[in-house]
């Protein structure tokens, strides 16, 4: 790894710097290389969804912004401070860097509200009376007013995934994570769930989504990603990518799924 | 010499004998013994107690000085008497005991029956005709368990003794020919039974002698009763019991479940089972620190430290903890190291639970799904808080059972202290079974740890269902289920807010 500084992170020419900048981006578990040099700029506001098959390496991709994942090698800038630096703070960066989980990750001894409470008040140290009202704020926002005081196991999977969401934003993130939210979910439940997604990119919070859902990809997405076998195949405007894909796979892969 | 007239008694000493048939010849021979010592011992407070009385007794002030020196000289003599019997002035009381009737002990207790020993020794020129003895008051006794016997140097003197009692706590005894000048006169009361609630009790003595002279000798030195307990004297009744009897007529019955020795038993055992539960409040809840430690360093990122806690662990349950406590018990006082019995007992116990404890949390831990890990990691939180806020809540509900068999097995492990002498459950029941060769004691101690496991393990199986069966709202989530995708769970109504985005549910891939 190299031990290029914070300073003479390389902005990218003709336009402001982007949120998140990934570059050659590699990951192996073990000898096998998921990711094989990967090159991807976020720019704030921006929604972004990432598409691919299974395996192709976009959930890792995503982990390794948050370094929930170890990069093998390769460079991630958030804002202005390198991730991959063995000497940033982590917690600090992850303050600020929501995600959201396929299996929703919420903890099971707590209500919704102490959820969304608990990281407020151990890592932003908000008052228990200031941690309580933005959870309020910020469950009512996704439209559980009225489950705060549930546990998770007394919630559908729709409700423990839209309390994630809630748990995520109570941070104030300057991006967020999405790990294929939807994925774990019954049909009739994902609708609720990208109706939030769909509210929070409208606000204009800066999003890296991971999914399946051609649809939400077509409406929201500002620009679509098509990742396989480690690496970004193709990527562009959603009309573009869909209507008129460039790659010979994103078209199988569009194909075979709509 | 007791210990050879006594056989010939007529129908005392079967009386006197405890409740416990299988030690009796011991029992018996110890309590003979006892008596034999007696006299020697007795002898001295006799003396002293006749010298005050004369001394308190003077009939004029300035002639104190001259009585003082006379009894003296009194006393002197009546030290001599023992020696050379037959120099005495009067009859003098020389012993007065009664025989202790405690099994495997020394003590004499209320509410059994014992045998009152009594001798006097007659002045070389003293003829008696009577005795009258004051019997310690709520003694019972009768004239048939009264020997009198008379002695003449070593010899036996017979005695035509005409003995009654009338009823007010006194035992006439008359010689309607005065007994032979210096004799020494045993009087033996078989099967005189203190009062129950035990005391200090004295006998007075009347003397009569053949020309009539009536002396006063005051009360004898005093006889020390053990009350006896509550559970002692249930003991004693049912032993009277026909039903008992029948009972422990039957082989198997009297040696498994002897309602008498449960009764007795069921006190004693208790003080151990309070040892025992002592050991488990102060052992386990130490080796919850220590083993959630030792959990720690396991799962640590440094190598030593991993190392050294498996060493540990592996150590402690590779090795039957009977030898864990012998090494520790043995081994310290060689290093000159004394720690006192029951806090080492704790200690031990404690170091052997932690490493079985470290497993059931290293488990618990290692259970949680690693998703919860994550969640909190990308919220920001460090190692430690997520350890402490998220972590271990749930891993400490996942281990409560597993903990509370743990608990089980650590309190049965009390008894492993036995060995080294811990005055613990199973160490009573022995100590009673010791001296009565029957097993009921055993059989009082298992119920003392049914006591507490039966529930414990009741509690823990409810714990064991109740975590996996599907928390319901009742459950308010103590024993949620782990967040991961929960199909069933889900509640539709709640969830169909209706939007026009059309969504296609793609195939996985």
């Known amino acids: 790894m190299t031990t290029e500084t914070i300073s003479n992170a390389p902005a990218q020419a003709g336009s402001e710097q982007p949120i998140v900048r990934i570059q050659d981006l590699h990951k192996s578990f073990g000898g096998t290389e998921v990711l094989k040099g990967i090159d991807l700029d976020v720019h704030r506001g921006e929604v972004v969804v990432v598409l691919g098959p299974s395996g192709s390496g976009k959930s890792t991709m995503l982990r390794c912004i948050n370094r929930l994942e170890e990069p093998t090698s390769g460079h991630i800038w958030f804002e202005d401070v390198e991730i991959t630096n063995p000497k940033t703070n982590l ?10 989980f396929q299996s929703f990750n919420l903890f099971p001894h707590l209500t919704a509200k102490e959820n969304v409470m608990l990281a407020q008040r151990k890592v932003l140290k908000r008052s228990k009376e200031e941690a309580a009202r933005v959870a309020e704020v910020q469950l009512e926002r996704v439209g559980l007013a009225d489950r705060m005081d549930h546990y998770p196991s007394e919630l559908s999977g729709g409700q423990q995934q839209r309390v994630a969401i809630a748990r995520a934003l109570a941070m104030d993130p300057h991006v967020m994570l999405f790990d294929e939210a939807t994925s774990a979910l019954d049909p009739e439940l994902v609708r609720g769930v990208l109706d939030v997604m769909k509210e929070l990119a409208r606000g204009g919070m800066t999003m890296i989504v991971v999914t399946h859902e051609m649809g939400f990809a077509r409406d929201v997405a500002d620009r679509v ?5 480690g690496v970004i195949v193709e990527e562009g405007a959603p009309d573009q990518v869909f209507g008129n894909p460039k790659s010979e796979r994103t078209r199988a892969f569009i194909g075979d799924i709509s | 010499m007791a210990c050879r007239t006594a056989p010939s008694n007529p129908g005392g000493s079967l009386h006197a004998l405890p409740p416990f048939r299988i030690f009796d010849i011991g029992a018996h021979k110890r309590r003979f013994d006892a008596g034999d010592a007696a006299p020697i011992a007795a002898s001295d407070p006799s003396i002293i107690e006749r010298l005050t009385m004369n001394t308190s007794t003077p009939k004029a002030s300035p002639l104190a000085r001259i009585a003082l020196a006379f009894a003296l000289v009194l006393g002197l003599f009546a030290v001599g008497s023992l020696v050379v019997p037959g120099q005495a002035q009067a009859l003098e009381v020389t012993q007065c005991t009664a025989a202790p009737n405690e099994d495997g002990g020394n003590q004499i207790l209320g509410g ?6 009594w001798r006097g020794q007659a002045a070389e020129d003293e003829s008696v005709s009577s005795i009258v003895l004051t019997m310690p008051e709520g003694l019972q006794f009768d004239a048939d368990g009264v020997k009198v016997t008379g ?12 003995i009654t009692i009338p009823g007010d706590g006194t035992m006439h005894i008359d010689f309607p020919e005065p007994a032979p000048a210096g004799l020494s006169f045993l009087v033996e009361t078989y099967g005189a039974t203190f009062p129950t609630e035990g005391g200090t009790f004295t006998v007075s003595t009347q003397i009569t002698d053949a020309d009539g002279t009536v002396s006063d000798l005051g009360p004898s030195s005093e ?3 053990a009350g006896l307990s509550k559970s002692e004297q249930l003991s004693s009744w049912l032993e009277d019991q026909e039903w008992v009897q029948a009972w422990n007529s039957n082989r198997f019955l009297h040696m498994f479940f ?15 089972w309070v040892t025992a539960l002592g050991i488990v409040i102060i052992a386990f809840p130490l080796a919850i620190v220590v083993g959630f430690l030792l959990a720690l360093l396991r799962m640590s990122k440094l190598l030593p430290l991993r190392a050294i806690a498996s060493l540990y662990v592996n150590i402690v349950r590779g090795t039957p903890m009977f030898l864990q406590i012998y090494i520790a018990f043995f081994g310290l006082p060689l290093l000159g190291v004394n720690v006192d019995n029951f806090a080492l007992g704790c200690i031990v116990m404690a170091l052997n639970s932690c490493a079985y404890l470290c497993e059931i949390f290293r488990a618990g831990i290692q ?21 402490l806020s998220v972590i271990i809540p749930q891993a400490f509900r996942n281990v409560i059972p597993t903990m509370t068999n743990e608990l089980i097995t650590l309190y049965k492990d009390t008894s492993l202290l036995a060995a080294v002498g811990i005055m613990e459950t199973v160490m009573y029941a022995k100590t009673i079974t010791a001296a009565t060769g029957n097993i009921t004691p055993y059989i009082v101690a298992a119920l003392f740890y049914l006591v507490v496991t039966l529930p414990m393990t009741a509690i823990t199986r409810r714990m064991e269902t109740g975590s996996t069966k599907k928390s319901s709202k009742k459950g308010k989530g103590l024993f949620g289920k782990s967040s991961s995708s929960d199909k069933g769970s889900w509640t539709p109504a709640t969830d169909g807010t209706s939007t026009k985005l059309e969504v296609k549910q793609p195939d996985y891939f």
Do not use: W
């Open chain 2, 258 to 272: 002897d309602p008498t020795l449960i009764v007795t038993s069921i006190p004693s055992v208790a003080q151990g």
């Open chain 1, 91 to 100: 917690n600090k960066v992850r303050e600020h860097v929501g995600m959201v």
């Open chain 2, 367 to 387: 259970s949680i799904n690693k998703g919860q890990f994550e969640a909190a990691r990308s919220l920001g939180m460090s190692a430690p808080q997520t350890m």
């Open chain 1, 225 to 229: 990603v098509f990742m396989e076998g």
């Open chain 2, 112 to 117: 059994a029956e014992t045998r009152i020993t």
């Open chain 2, 223 to 225: 006889i020390q009763v």
């Open chain 2, 151 to 162: 002695l003449d140097e070593l010899d036996r003197v017979e005695l035509n003794a005409q």
